[in-house]
């Protein structure tokens, strides 16, 4: 199971971008699928998540400007991220707990970071 994510770039405040993350490789379930960020210098925080059932879940920092959603016929999740701020600048990470074909049992899987600079 491997997780892709894409779509991150260079934006000035105030600008937009969509990120996307594909999960890929013998699938049996997807749970929860969700993402994080590192911004510099600092720890790995959670943005948004979106979990079995279809509930959200956003990081206060960003609610009301990023939008998480997922498509499970293609096994994918996205973030729209809207009037993006300086201090949204940071890797982001998608994150999925998967069961693979093999094992059945559900493990938390990491795609590779995708670099999102906001410029002022």
């Known amino acids: 199971v491997q997780l892709q994510a894409s779509g991150g770039g260079l934006v000035q405040a105030g600008g937009s971008l969509r990120l996307s993350c594909a999960a890929s490789g013998s699938i049996f379930r997807i749970a929860n699928v969700g993402w994080y960020r590192q911004p510099p210098g600092k720890q790995r925080e959670l943005v948004a998540r979106?979990?079995?059932?279809?509930?959200?879940d956003y990081a206060d920092s960003v609610k009301g400007r990023f939008t998480i959603s997922r498509d499970n016929a293609k096994n994918t999740v996205s973030l729209q991220m809207n009037s993006l701020k300086r201090e949204d600048t940071a890797v982001y990470y998608c994150n999925g707990l998967i069961a693979s074909d093999t094992s059945r049992n559900f493990r938390t899987y990491w795609g590779q970071g995708t670099q999102v600079t906001v410029s002022s």
């Open positions: 979106v979990v079995v059932g279809g509930n959200t």
